[in-house]
């Protein structure tokens, strides 16, 4: 992975002299909220419901295990023993003091972190397919690139006061991992005829209020000017963004308004002088950083069946059939460690947890680790004959839920429960429905399905491309649940519809359930609840869902007298 | 046409100019403080009053009274603001013009002030004086030096020595812009040695 050099320290380390002043002079009042709000949402400090929130950048999810170490270290030094992974592959602090971030921020860079642009109005964290470079389908490995964007975009002076905050994915395989559709800018790693590499660069997606899906604004990018075409993009966006009405000030309305063929027409006209300009990366350049991510020293190794000596153990076969994805070395394989066991909230890991799992991964995937935006963790390069003990161990520690892409691998924001924004709480649904349908049998059967739980409109819970959506929405002083069906994450990414009026909490497990009953009752063979869902339309599920009352102790009836 | 008098705004008489604060013998002329959100008419905006002395005036102050403005631009004490909505493409032929162009943040979370100094200083060959004004605080100095503004007429309010520190917050930076036309990775060799010691970093 790729490794600080001078440059980079110095950068962090000044990075953080500047934001200990900051805080200083907050608290001597040198400086108002007002003016030390942006300064700090830049270094991701966030002032939440009970107490403030530090979100750490980790670049493109990938992680070494002494990261991960320092993250169980401030989870019991400056927080409650615990720590949230997020749908954008960082790590965030719920109970951090604003006295103690420059000091927190000093021991994060001592392994090589920071907090740089997680939140406010700039460029964010770069995400990536937590599967990189080990991927069975991948074409090339996007995470050099990415590497490149982040050095780029930290601290460009020209863009740090954008309209609204501007999030770029990067994806490198056949399957779309990364999500890029639902990305201000989405990127995808390709080759020519002439079988050079560049960028399929889409631009304008994002969820929100109005979610939207990318547009393709060039086919193909040569490499050399990824960056040069990307300021392009950035300064007609800092430029003609609305900056009127933060629900509009997106580069997707941006886009949706002049339309992408004049957006597009806007912005190589921007780069004409751009390009090949003295941003143009070199093949040096793109080599130095190439070379931080080289494969590992893979053993010579042949495909196992792993499965075999252990036919009699459902429990194994179950993990193996939803934890352990394909790797392009022979002989080994990637394991998913489900943060999504049934009562814990989803992407949560405790002190504890975290360092179990850096010390699996230095004793079974060269001292790396990942965050997927689906909130879990990944060991990239486990020898085949190796899954079994590390299932064992993974299964004492409560990380073995044998559930990634099925119904409790729910995506969830942390919601009312934390979050000033949210109008309603996301944990305690995921945790209901999770309760509900802890059979792995009955998840196993249903297959395939993506859960997500916003507790707002901002879709921090990715509700518009779940198969089944979950947004909390704030009536009249009280929380209430609008349903969605048939969105879609990847290649073939889709917004899903509403189906009708809103549901109260306790309401939801059992909407839940008659979606999947319509859905079993409907069913292909072989086709999963989002597919079944765009095909058959909303009608026969509102149809069962709203067909008889729902009924919950203490009410009767939800939002609208819908029965 | 409603009632519009001539405001002045007071910049305390002092601006860092290059790395340090001196006198400034400029005023901005700006229309006055209407209600929130209520516009000013872009003809009342053009038609007030130039005061003697050296005034920094809004681009439409320019473009209605240009003809009157030629012989005082001639001398030096003619300069041009561009509001954060404003394009200074338009204005390009009469730049040679001016003695100092400035540009307003009318907010410092408004950042479309650094596109316009981008544009000024890199297309349009603007290689006078570029004054920030408006809402210019200490912590957005960094950036506004890089992309080309010389000149801060940091916040009335504000202590000026103390916003003059902004200027120093990094000694090296990853992309290039105005201040720095090559990026790092074509300044230095960098695949030196790594220090990854945890010396000096707090644990």
């Not at chain 1, 490499?223 to 040069?228: A, C, E, G, M, N």
């Not at chain 1, 919601?415 to 649904?429: H, Q, R, V």
């Not at chain 1, 859960?451 to 921090?460: D, E, V, Y």
């Amino acid at each position: 992975m790729y490794q600080y050099d001078q440059y980079d320290h110095l950068i962090v380390r000044e990075r953080i002299a500047q934001y200990r002043d900051q805080v200083r002079r907050r608290l001597a009042d040198e400086l108002t909220e007002a003016e030390f709000l942006p300064l700090r949402l830049q270094n991701g400090l966030y002032m939440q419901r009970h107490a403030y929130m530090l979100r750490i950048a980790v670049p493109y999810g990938l992680l070494a295990s002494k990261q991960m170490r320092m993250f169980a270290h401030i989870a019991r030094k400056y927080d409650r023993g615990y720590g949230h992974f997020t749908t954008r592959q960082n790590i965030q602090f719920n109970w951090v003091e604003l006295e103690q971030t420059p000091d927190i921020l000093s021991e994060l860079a001592s392994v090589e972190m920071h907090a740089i642009q997680t939140s406010g109005n700039c460029i964010r964290n770069t995400t990536s397919d937590p599967f990189a470079g080990v991927a069975a389908d991948e074409i090339i490995d996007p995470r050099p690139y990415a590497e490149v964007l982040r050095q780029w975009s930290t601290f460009h002076p020209e863009f740090i006061a954008l309209p609204r905050k501007f999030k770029v994915a990067i994806n490198g395989a056949e399957e779309d991992r990364a999500a890029i559709a639902v990305h201000d800018i989405g990127l995808t790693v390709v080759r020519n005829q002439a079988g050079e590499i560049g960028f399929k660069f889409m631009a304008g997606g994002g969820m929100g209020r109005t979610p939207i899906l990318g547009s393709v604004i060039r086919e193909f990018l040569p490499w050399q000017h990824l960056l040069t075409y990307t300021e392009a993009v950035m300064r007609v966006y800092n430029q003609y963004g609305r900056r009127d009405n933060k629900y509009k000030a997106r580069i997707k309305i941006l886009l949706k308004a002049i339309g992408v063929e004049e957006f597009t027409r806007q912005v190589e006209a921007e780069w004409v002088d751009l390009k090949d300009g003295p941003e143009t990366l070199t093949q040096e350049e793109m080599q130095r950083v190439i070379d931080y991510f080289q494969p590992h020293a893979y053993k010579a190794l042949e495909n196992i069946d792993y499965l075999a000596p252990h036919a009699d153990n459902k429990a194994f076969a179950n993990w193996v059939k939803r934890n352990v994805k394909a790797h392009k070395q022979a002989g080994y394989a990637a394991v998913v460690l489900s943060l999504k066991k049934t009562g814990v909230p989803p992407g949560d890991a405790t002190a504890e947890q975290m360092d179990f799992m850096a010390d699996l991964a230095d004793k079974y995937s060269f001292g790396e680790l990942r965050v997927t935006h689906e909130q879990n963790i990944v060991l990239a390069d486990v020898e085949q004959s190796l899954l079994y003990t590390l299932w064992e161990q993974v299964k004492a520690k409560g990380l073995a839920t044998p559930n990634i892409g099925l119904l409790t691998d729910m995506i969830c924001c942390p919601g009312g429960d934390f979050c000033s924004l949210a109008n309603a709480k996301s944990i305690p649904i995921a945790a209901a429905i999770a309760e509900r349908f802890d059979s792995i049998d009955f998840q196993h059967d249903i297959g395939e399905i993506e859960l997500n739980i916003s507790g707002c409109i901002n879709a921090c819970g990715h509700h518009h491309v779940g198969g089944i959506g979950v947004l909390g929405v704030d009536k009249d002083g009280s929380e209430w649940y609008q349903v969605s069906i048939g969105g879609a994450q990847g290649n073939n990414a889709a917004i899903g519809k509403i189906i009708g009026p809103s549901f109260s909490a306790l309401q939801m497990p059992e909407v839940i359930g008659r979606l999947l009953q319509v859905y079993v009752r409907e069913r292909a063979d072989g086709e999963p609840f989002a597919e079944c869902a765009q095909r058959l339309g909303i009608a026969p599920f509102k149809e069962f869902v709203y067909a008889t009352p729902i009924v919950e102790p203490g009410r009767l009836v939800g939002e609208d007298e819908y029965v | 046409m409603s009632e519009v008098s001539t405001h002045i705004a007071n910049n305390a008489g002092q601006i860092i100019k290059g790395r340090s604060v001196v006198e400034d013998q400029w005023q901005v002329l700006r229309a006055p403080e209407l209600p929130e959100g209520v516009k000013a008419e872009a003809e009342d905006i053009a038609a007030l009053p130039v005061p003697a002395g050296k005034v920094i005036v809004p681009v439409a102050v320019w473009n209605a009274q240009r003809e009157a403005l030629l012989a005082r631009a001639a001398n030096g004490d003619i300069g041009v603001w561009f509001a954060s909505d404003e394009r200074p493409e338009p204005l390009k032929e009469d730049l040679a013009k001016f003695a100092v162009v400035a540009v307003d943040f009318p907010k410092f979370t408004d950042g479309r002030g650094y596109s316009i100094a981008f544009n000024l200083r890199t297309r349009l060959g603007w290689n006078g004086e570029l004054r920030a004004i408006g809402d210019v605080l200490r912590d957005q100095l960094f950036s506004m030096q890089r992309v080309g503004f010389d000149a801060f007429a940091v916040r009335a309010d504000r202590d000026i020595h103390d916003a003059l520190k902004g200027l120093s917050d990094f000694s090296e930076t990853y992309q290039a812009s105005v201040d720095q036309k090559v990026p790092l990775f074509r300044r230095h060799t960098r695949n030196v040695g790594v220090n990854t010691g945890d010396a000096g970093f707090g644990i």
